[in-house]
């Protein structure tokens, strides 16, 4: 059974920085899909940023240019960081992997194994 645990969350203020990680119990992120969502409170689940099966990244209208998703699999672990952080951004982060589809779906259904998530909060 795989497991997912994200840490890095806290509060900071706007156009601050946060990196998010998490480290999976085995070498679950190499040569497959897995990405980064979020839910803000009375929102949908989406996703934030992804690397695909073949290694691509795609990130949300919203995030790109601020947010880099990477991966160090020497270690296990995937990172989101976050630039120029805004009160928008506020929300429980969530890393997910998946170990059949070649991109991550957009609102996270389906997807085979989940963190517990880790919270951001981005003050004005």
């Known amino acids: 059974q795989v497991q997912l645990e994200e840490s890095g969350g806290g509060s900071v203020q706007a156009g601050g920085s946060l990196r998010l990680s998490c480290v999976a119990s085995?070498?679950?992120?190499?040569?497959?899909?897995m990405g980064w969502y979020r839910q803000a409170p009375g929102k949908r689940r989406e996703l934030v940023a992804e690397?695909?099966?073949?290694?691509?990244?795609n990130y949300a209208d919203s995030v790109r240019g601020r947010f880099t998703i990477s991966t160090d699999n020497t270690k296990n672990t995937m990172y989101l960081q976050m630039n120029n952080l805004a009160p928008e951004d506020t929300a429980m982060y969530y890393c997910?992997?998946?170990?059949?589809?070649?991109?991550?779906?957009?609102?996270?259904?389906?997807?085979?194994?989940w963190g517990k998530g880790t919270l951001v909060t981005v003050s004005s």
């Open positions: 997910a992997v998946d170990l059949t589809v070649i991109t991550m779906a957009p609102s996270g259904f389906a997807m085979d194994y």
């Open positions: 085995g070498g679950v992120f190499d040569g497959n899909a």
């Open positions: 690397i695909t099966v073949d290694a691509g990244t």
